[in-house]
C-alpha cells in the first residue's frame, strides 16, 4: 500500500517539474523580442528593459529556470505587469472563488447525474429512459458557455429568478454551478445507468427480489451501493472536465475566479498573470488525480497490483 | 518465395476483418448512428458549397435591419450588424469543417508515429515521450490550447495548430497501447521471421491494424476540435470579428441576450448538433468497425 503511495508520489515530481517547465517557457517561446511584445509596441525602452531584467530574459536559460522554481517554492509567482501588484494577491481573491464554483458544480454534476442514472435504469428502454438518455446526450455535446447563456436567457432574462451574472449571495452561484455541472452530470448518468443495470442482473440481486424484500431496498440498499464503485471513479476524472470548465463558466457569468482571471491575463498580455493561473489549474489537476489514485487503491486493494 | 508466404500475412493484418460489407451492414443497423451520419452529411455539404447555399452574404451588413428575428427572407434572422445568421452559420460549418480536419491532420501526423515507435521500441525513447505526454495531459482540457494561444497570439490559425497539439497526446497513448498489444502477435513474429525490416513491420503490418481505432478516434477528436476551437473563439481568444467562427458569433452576440435572444440560440445550436453528429457517428463506426469494442 504504502509502496504504491510512494511510487505514485514519485511518478508526480516530474510530471510537476514538467507543468512548472512549460509554464515557464510559455513566455520565452513568444515569437519576436518577448520583453517588447509583453510591455506592448507603445512601452518607452526603460520599461521594456526593466521587463526584461524582472522577468529574467537577460540571463542563461538554466538559471532563469533555477530561478523560477527557487521562486515559486517560496511563493513568488511575480508581479502583474498592468497593476504591479503581486499576482499572489490576486490568486488569494480568485481562488477560493473557483473552488467554491467547481465544487458546487460537482454536487451538481454527481446528484444530478446518480439520480439520472437510477432513474433510467430501473426502467430500461422505458420512454422515461430513453428521455433521460437523450438529455445526457444532448448535454454531452452542448458547450458549456452556450447552455450557460441559455440559463441565463431562461432563469434570469424570462423568468426573473435568478441573477444572471455577477457574485455575492448564493443565488448568484446556482446558475454558474448548474452550467458547469451539467457535462459532468450527463457523463455520470451514463456510467450510472450502464453499472446499475450489470447489477440489477447478477444474482445477488435476484436473491434479494426472491426473498421479498421491496423494490426500492432491492435498489437502494443492495444494487446502488455495489453500481457506485466505478461511478466514483469517473466522478474523480471529471476533475479535469470541471477545472477547464470552470475558465468558460467563469466568463460567461463573469464569476471573479482563477480561469477569468487566465483570460484575461492573456487578453491584456499580462504574462504573470497567465502563467500563474495555468499553474495553479495546472498542480491543482495534478494533485486531485494523485488523490484520487490513492483513495482508489485504498478502496480497492486490485489496483495496487496491476 | 516470400512473397507467396507473405500474400496471407498481408491478408491477416487488414483492418476490417470481415471485409467492408460486414461493417456496413453493422453500421446500417444503428440508427442513432445513421442520424449522425445525416447530421454529418449536412455540416460537410453546407461547408463545401458554402458560397452555393448561403442566401447572402456573410460579411454583408444592413444597419437598418439590426437584430431583427427570424423572416421569411432571413430564416434565422439578424445580427447586431444586420449580417444574416443563416449565411453566417452556412459559412461557419465551413470554418468549423477546416478546423477540425487541420486539428486532427495534426494529431494523427505526429502523434501516431510517436506512438507506434514508442509503442514498438520501448525503453529510454518510450519513457521520455511518455512523460512528456503526462505533462501534455496535466494540463485538464482546455487549458493547454489556452497556454499555446497565449504562446502563439490570438488568431484562428494558431487555434488550430493549438488545437491540434492538445489532440497528440490522446492519439500516442492510443496508438502505443495497440502497437505494445500488437507487436508479440504471431503475424508480426512471423514478418519479422521472413525477415522484414522495422519500417516495414511498422508501416505494413502494425499500423494497418490501429487504423480502426484511429479512424474512431479521429471522428471523436473532430467533436472535441470543433468544440475547444468555439470556445478559443468564445473567450475571445480564437477566431476575431468579422469572421463568421460560431464560437466568436456566440461572443459577439451574448451581449444581445435580452434584446435578440435568436442571435445566441442559433450559433449554440449548430455547434452543439454537429459536435452530437460526430459523436454518434463516431460511437457507430467503433462499434461497427470492431463490436468488442463497444462501451
Do not use: C
Not at chain 1, 510530471?15 to 507603445?42: N, Y
Not at chain 2, 494561444?149 to 487555434?159: D, E, F, S, T
Amino acid at each position: 500500500m504504502w509502496a504504491y503511495i510512494a511510487k505514485r508520489l514519485l511518478l508526480t515530481i516530474p510530471v510537476l517539474i514538467g507543468v512548472s517547465f512549460v509554464v515557464f517557457v510559455m513566455v520565452r517561446i513568444i515569437p519576436g523580442d518577448p520583453a517588447q511584445i509583453i510591455a506592448g509596441e507603445a512601452a518607452t525602452r526603460e520599461f521594456v528593459e526593466e521587463l526584461r531584467r524582472e522577468l529574467g530574459l537577460d540571463r542563461p536559460i538554466v538559471v532563469q529556470f533555477g530561478d523560477f522554481l527557487a521562486r515559486l517554492l517560496r511563493g513568488d509567482l511575480g508581479r502583474s505587469i498592468r497593476s504591479r501588484i503581486p499576482v499572489v494577491e490576486d490568486l488569494k481573491v480568485r481562488i477560493p472563488n473557483t473552488v467554491i464554483l467547481a465544487a458546487a458544480g460537482m454536487v451538481v454534476a454527481t446528484s444530478l447525474g446518480v439520480l439520472a442514472g437510477i432513474v433510467s435504469a430501473v426502467r430500461p428502454y422505458s420512454l422515461l429512459d430513453t428521455a433521460v438518455m437523450l438529455l445526457a446526450l444532448a448535454g454531452l455535446s452542448m458547450p458549456v458557455f452556450w447552455s450557460g447563456l441559455m440559463l441565463i436567457l431562461l432563469f434570469a432574462v424570462m423568468l426573473g429568478w435568478l441573477p444572471a451574472v455577477g457574485t455575492g449571495s448564493w443565488a448568484h452561484l446556482i446558475l454558474p454551478a448548474v452550467t458547469l455541472g451539467l457535462t459532468s452530470a450527463a457523463i455520470i448518468a451514463r456510467m450510472t445507468r450502464s453499472s446499475m443495470l450489470e447489477v440489477l442482473r447478477s444474482d445477488y440481486i435476484r436473491t434479494a427480489r426472491a426473498k421479498g424484500l421491496a423494490e426500492a431496498t432491492v435498489v437502494n440498499r443492495h444494487a446502488l451501493r455495489n453500481a457506485l464503485i466505478p461511478v466514483i471513479t469517473v466522478v474523480g476524472l471529471q476533475t479535469g472536465n470541471l477545472l477547464s470548465g470552470a475558465v468558460l463558466t467563469e466568463s460567461v457569468f463573469a464569476w471573479p475566479g482563477v480561469g477569468r482571471l487566465m483570460v484575461e491575463g492573456i487578453q491584456t498580455r499580462d504574462y504573470p498573470i497567465v502563467q500563474a493561473a495555468v499553474l495553479v489549474v495546472a498542480l491543482t489537476f495534478v494533485i486531485v488525480n494523485l488523490v484520487v489514485d490513492v483513495l482508489y487503491a485504498v478502496v480497492d486493494p486490485r489496483i495496487r497490483y496491476e | 518465395m516470400s512473397e507467396t508466404v507473405e500474400r496471407p500475412l498481408v491478408a491477416s493484418t487488414r483492418p476490417f476483418a470481415g471485409g467492408a460489407a460486414r461493417v456496413w451492414r453493422q453500421f446500417k443497423r444503428n440508427r442513432a448512428g445513421l442520424v449522425g451520419g445525416v447530421i454529418i452529411l449536412a455540416f460537410l455539404l453546407a461547408g463545401l458549397l458554402a458560397p452555393l447555399l448561403a442566401p447572402y452574404d456573410p460579411y454583408d451588413t444592413y444597419l437598418e435591419r439590426t437584430l431583427e428575428g427570424p423572416s421569411r427572407d432571413s430564416w434565422l434572422g439578424r445580427d447586431e450588424l444586420g449580417r444574416d445568421i443563416l449565411t453566417r452559420l452556412i459559412y461557419g460549418a465551413r470554418l468549423s469543417l477546416v478546423i477540425g480536419v487541420i486539428a486532427v491532420a495534426i494529431g494523427v501526423v505526429i502523434g501516431v508515429p510517436t506512438g507506434a515507435l514508442s509503442g514498438y521500441y520501448g525503453g529510454a525513447a518510450d519513457l521520455v515521450v511518455q512523460r512528456v505526454i503526462d505533462i501534455m495531459l496535466a494540463f485538464p482540457g482546455i487549458l493547454l490550447a489556452i497556454v499555446l494561444v497565449a504562446v502563439l497570439g490570438v488568431g484562428l490559425p494558431q487555434v488550430m495548430v493549438a488545437v491540434g497539439v492538445v489532440s497528440i497526446p490522446t492519439y500516442t497513448r492510443l496508438v502505443r497501447g495497440q502497437v505494445l498489444a500488437l507487436r508479440s502477435q504471431d503475424f508480426v513474429e512471423a514478418a519479422r521471421a521472413l525477415g522484414a525490416g522495422t519500417a516495414r513491420i511498422i508501416t505494413r503490418h502494425i499500423l494497418p491494424n490501429t487504423l480502426a481505432v484511429v479512424i474512431v478516434q479521429s471522428t471523436l477528436q473532430i467533436a472535441a476540435a470543433i468544440l475547444s476551437a468555439a470556445a478559443l473563439g468564445f473567450l475571445g481568444l480564437g477566431a476575431q470579428p468579422p469572421q463568421a467562427e460560431w464560437g466568436a458569433m456566440l461572443s459577439s452576440a451574448r451581449q444581445y441576450l435580452r434584446l435578440a435572444p435568436h442571435t445566441v440560440v442559433a450559433p449554440g445550436l449548430a455547434i452543439m448538433i454537429t459536435v452530437l453528429g460526430f459523436n454518434l457517428l463516431g460511437d457507430a463506426i467503433r462499434d461497427a468497425l470492431d463490436p468488442r469494442m463497444r462501451l
